[in-house]
């Protein structure tokens, strides 16, 4: 079985400070991990993805695989990062993607 | 249009009507499913279809039925609902098997069942 857990369901930080999004997966096999956005009336929409070890929007993600973590993290949060955001994983060779509950990110002025 | 399209955008319906919500992707996937994101719960799979064959039913009641007639279109057939299948139903596509790429959502289908 396949699981995404996000402890937080609520996130709030100042512009400019440093913000961290935590993901944790349980997983028998080899994970794909994923992390999916939200902003308020918009699609639900692609961030960033573990094999491709990039740089969205200054966000960056780490697998660990010995923590099972994939947590997001940026270090100076904008106002407009403010959205919900999804961890999510997958098997490799497998189509079916799950997702954690989500944390809402504020980022206030 | 790009991407995946999603209609109606909203719609309400009574406990003994029948209706369908349809996606359609112009991407070239040869994967499409169906999401249910209720408040304050994950997005639940409900359905996934490869190359227009369902491969997985997440347990999902026989009042939701889908069809996915070629691999650009996937419809979902909603017949006796309960008011708590509201929610905003979401399709996705993927390009298949090793899922490396991620999904692309579709602005989902807000249902309200009064």
């Known amino acids: 079985a396949q699981r995404v857990t996000q402890p937080e369901k609520l996130l709030s930080v100042f512009k400019g400070a440093p913000v961290e999004l935590k993901c944790n997966y349980s997983?028998?096999?080899?994970?794909?991990l994923f992390w999916y956005v939200q902003y308020s009336r918009q699609r639900l929409q692609l961030l960033l993805r573990?094999?491709s070890r990039e740089s969205i929007k200054g966000f960056t993600a780490d697998l660990n695989k010995g923590e099972t973590s994939f947590h997001l993290k940026k270090p100076f949060a904008q106002e407009e990062d403010s959205a919900m955001y999804y961890c999510?994983?997958?098997?490799?060779?497998?189509?079916?993607?799950?997702f954690g509950a989500g944390t809402t990110v504020t980022v206030r002025a | 249009e790009t991407g995946v399209t999603q209609t109606p955008r909203h719609l309400v319906m009574g406990m003994t009507n029948k209706k369908s919500l349809k996606c359609e992707q112009h991407?070239?996937?040869?994967?499409m499913y169906w999401y249910k994101q209720s408040a304050k719960k994950p997005l639940e799979l409900m359905f996934v279809?490869?190359?227009?064959?369902?491969?997985e039913n997440n347990s999902v009641p026989s009042r939701f039925s889908p069809e996915c007639p070629n691999s650009s279109h996937l419809f979902l057939h909603l017949h006796t609902l309960q008011p708590e299948d509201s929610a905003l139903y979401l399709c996705?596509?993927?390009?298949?098997?090793?899922?490396?790429?991620?999904?692309?959502f579709g602005s989902g289908t807000r249902l309200t069942v009064v």
């Open positions: 573990h094999i």
């Open positions: 991407l070239g996937h040869n994967a």
């Open positions: 279809y490869s190359l227009e064959e369902r491969v």
């Open positions: 996705a596509s993927s390009q298949g098997t090793g899922e490396a790429y991620g999904y692309t």
């Open positions: 997983y028998s096999g080899s994970p794909e």
């Open positions: 999510a994983l997958s098997g490799r060779n497998d189509y079916k993607l799950s």
